[in-house]
């Protein structure tokens, strides 16, 4: 069981907007603002599209977008392209333990 | 141009011993933290261990804790995972990732992976 928990899938068609939720506790996620999202295709290695809650590293598209409220961080894409559709993991700082935590993982399809 | 390049998985018997390496390039690897973040097949991400740009501290999960052990050669650019008495719940590829704010999770630049497989 991962310490921060997301929705197994979620979809949307191209040109939508979608948003991945990622829940845990003050201890982590609503405590500190030290959230990442990583893209993971399907046998590749995670690409980080959000650091510290809502900052887009060089290269990655605006249509990504990150914020948060209480213990729920959420990553929102924007205008959905079928390049998309992947894997997709936050992580958190957390005062619980010496390294950082990871939630589940969410599928996207892009229908 | 960062890389970030893995090597040393293999198959081996439960409680069998492994080293991993990480070669790194195109940045001034002495001066970031490094880390190690392994995925089973089909599961999430878990980071197992960090050390810090010197290599006078190393952090790990607890799943992990007293088998294995993070270092660095920064005379060769290179970071290692020493895993011991591995497990079947071990099995996953092994990530080296740069850690460039620890202890924010933020990982910017991540290597291709190398699979470790453990059964008899």
């Known amino acids: 069981q991962s310490a921060l928990t997301q929705p197994a899938s979620v979809s949307g068609s191209p040109g939508q907007s979608i948003t991945i939720s990622c829940t845990g506790t003050?201890?982590?996620?609503?405590?500190?603002?030290?959230v990442s999202w990583y893209q993971q295709h399907p046998g590749k290695a995670p690409k980080v599209m959000i650091y510290?809650?809502?900052n887009r590293p060089p290269g990655v598209s605006n249509r990504f977008s990150g914020s948060k409220s209480g213990n729920t961080a959420s990553l929102t894409i924007s205008g959905l392209q079928a390049e998309d559709e992947a894997d997709y993991y936050c992580s958190s700082y957390t005062s619980s333990s010496t390294l950082g935590v990871f939630g589940g993982g969410t599928k996207l399809t892009v229908l | 141009e960062v890389q970030l390049v893995e090597s040393g998985g293999g198959l081996v018997q439960p409680g069998g011993s492994l080293r991993l390496s990480c070669a790194a390039s195109?940045?001034?690897?002495?001066?970031?933290?490094m880390s190690w973040v392994r995925q089973a097949p089909g599961k999430g991400l878990e980071w197992v261990s960090a050390i810090s740009g010197s290599g006078g501290s190393t952090y790990y999960a607890d799943s992990v804790k007293g088998r294995f052990t993070i270092s660095r050669d920064n005379s060769k650019n290179t970071l290692y995972l020493q895993v011991n008495s591995l497990r079947a719940e071990d099995t996953a590829v092994y990530y080296c990732?740069?850690?460039?704010?620890?202890?924010?999770?933020?990982?910017?630049?991540w290597g291709q992976g190398t699979l470790v497989t453990v059964s008899s």
């Open positions: 510290d809650v809502s």
């Open positions: 003050s201890s982590d996620v609503g405590g500190y603002n030290y």
């Open positions: 990732a740069k850690t460039p704010t620890f202890p924010k999770p933020l990982f910017d630049y």
């Open positions: 195109g940045f001034t690897f002495s001066s970031y933290a």
